[in-house]
């Protein structure tokens, strides 16, 4: 009885948690903006250029991280079959990140062209996108065994991809300048403070279609939980579906590491949530996923420069507080569900 408001009307409980999220994250922060003044007409006040030129921006960007995030981990989970899949975890996002590192400390391009933001921000996005397609398939060619997808050998893909991953980053950071190596630990830490306007719409322009497209074929991915040959049983081409899924990961995760660096266990911890509110079914996870994601991301984004103000946390050190006893407490569920 507790959550039969909620296994009611998902959709609408998650838009007014992220509508209540959303007013926090613009009117609190080391400069308190009055709720009133969100509605008012006067455009040259202070208030009005702090919500416009900083908060706006830096929220959307939070939340279209947070849905894309959650939603690659709902895909993962879906494509592995396994509920410990998680962009992070598998070392898609350093791997990720490890392609934007070589661009911006190995790419002379970058430094003697002077790109508009925008074609920056799409040209971190091809980088990124490549190194997490790569991890992806690294992961798929690693974790089979006999034919199938192991979990033991999932899990040692992703360890030892993370360690790969955290090894060229060292050698990337012993190469770089000062400016260099204030960009790599800002993807090192994640963080959601430089966003702007461009970054905005790039991102937007990259995820929403992805998410529209993802949720579209929710059926597709509950026919793949029923095993791969069920699904081909059943009419559906497994191999090129599941080679959409990783370049639809990719994407996802390549994009926000590419402009908030690496933020881990949001892809792992949201799917879940969502699973245990209201039940396995693809048609609904996926969708109250990407809108559980953004308001997640968004209060944690609002904690993190609030919570030592006047200084500010990088938002992967706030979800990952959270994230590391909610895995704790997954493995112990499985261990005693096993038992």
Known sequence: MRFSVIKRSPYLCLIIAACLVSLLALTQGAYAIAWNALFTSE???????????????????????????????????ALFRNPLADPGLLGV??????????????????HTIDLPL???SYLQSVAAFLGAVLTCWLIFQLSKHKGKVSVLHLLLAGIAINALSGSATGLLTYLSNDEQLRAL??????????????????????????????????????LLLLGEEEARYLGLNVEKFKRKLVVFVAICVGVSVAFTGLIGFIGLMVPHLIRMLFGADNRLVLPCSALLGASLLAGADTLARTIVIPAELPVGLVTSLLGGPFFLWLLLRNIRESH
Request: aromatic share 6%.
């Open 93 to 110: 996002s350093s791997g990720a990140s490890v392609f934007v590192g070589i661009l911006i400390v190995l790419n002379p391009v970058l």
């Open 43 to 77: 455009s040259h006040t202070i208030d009005r250029q702090i919500l416009t030129t900083v908060r706006l921006p830096r929220l959307l960007m939070a939340m279209l991280v947070g849905a894309a995030l959650a939603i690659s981990g709902a895909m993962m989970q």
């Open 118 to 120: 925008w074609a920056q």
């Open 185 to 222: 630990t800002f993807w090192a830490m994640g963080s959601i403070g430089g966003a702007r306007w461009e970054q905005v719409i790039v991102m937007a322009s990259l995820v929403l279609p992805i998410i529209y497209i993802v949720c579209r074929q929710s059926g597709h991915l509950n």
